[in-house]
């Protein structure tokens, strides 16, 4: 069935450093591609998304490339901040109809000052 | 505001007790979604229902039931509760194509 990898957490940081989370997946036909964060305490939300091969998902400094040809859509930030820290999920979108979500374990960061 | 509300946010079990957790949403979505997120392993489907009146096992349905009540609300229920269901669980509900993904902010349950 359809999976996810990424890579395994924690992952600490400086404040300004460049951030990489690797994700990888393996899916049958063409899923969309997401990622979600999770702040302390709260639910998960929508980071950025990409639906088709070579699209490339962006908000608040964070960038995602759907790579067909490598089965990956590794999420990068130039220059994280504190306010960064969190949990964050990479996930595919499943399914016929009502599409399911399955989700990557979770990578947690953390930005030092 | 538009959303996912869960009732309750925190919850302590006895096992062999039952409990039902709430779900609804305001977005007029067809289909919602109950995850549960364990530690190093993701969240993962327990239940789904593609609209009103379906319901549909996901990864690991057993030991849950799911009521889809109405279109706003979707309910699971644990019926005996078992310390392997100690977890954070969170409702969901996307709209077409997964856009407007959206999470309640979660039930974290101990049983114990």
């Known amino acids: 069935g359809d999976s996810v990898t990424q890579m395994e957490g924690p992952v600490t940081l400086s404040e300004e450093a460049f951030l990489t989370i690797n994700c990888t997946y393996t899916?049958?036909?063409?899923?969309?591609l997401f990622w979600y964060v999770q702040y302390p305490g709260e639910g998960l939300q929508l980071l950025l998304k990409?639906?088709?091969?070579?699209d490339k998902g962006s908000n608040k400094g964070f960038e995602a490339t759907y790579r067909k040809e490598t089965t990956s859509f590794h999420l990068e930030k130039g220059s994280v901040q504190v306010s960064d820290s969190a949990v964050y999920f990479c996930?595919?979108?499943?399914?016929?109809?009502?599409?399911?979500?399955?989700f990557g374990q979770g990578t947690r960061l953390t930005i030092n000052p | 505001n538009a959303g996912v509300t869960q009732t309750p946010k925190f919850q302590v079990l006895k096992t062999g007790q039952s409990m039902t957790l709430q779900c609804a949403q305001d977005m007029n979505h067809n289909s919602m979604y109950w995850y549960r997120q364990d530690p190093g392993m993701g969240l993962r489907l327990i239940y789904y229902?593609?609209?009103?009146?379906?319901?549909d096992k996901g990864e690991v349905p057993n030991g849950y039931n799911v009521s889809r009540l109405n279109k706003r609300e979707f309910s699971l229920r644990l019926e005996s509760a078992a310390p392997s269901q100690t977890s954070v669980y969170f409702c969901?509900?996307?709209?077409?194509?997964?856009?407007?993904?959206?999470f309640g902010s979660g039930t974290r349950l101990t049983v114990v």
């Open positions: 229902s593609a609209s009103e009146g379906t319901t």
């Open positions: 996930a595919l979108g499943s399914g016929q109809g009502a599409q399911k979500l399955v």
């Open positions: 899916a049958t036909g063409y899923p969309s």
């Open positions: 990409a639906t088709k091969a070579d």
């Open positions: 969901a509900s996307p709209g077409q194509n997964l856009r407007g993904y959206t």
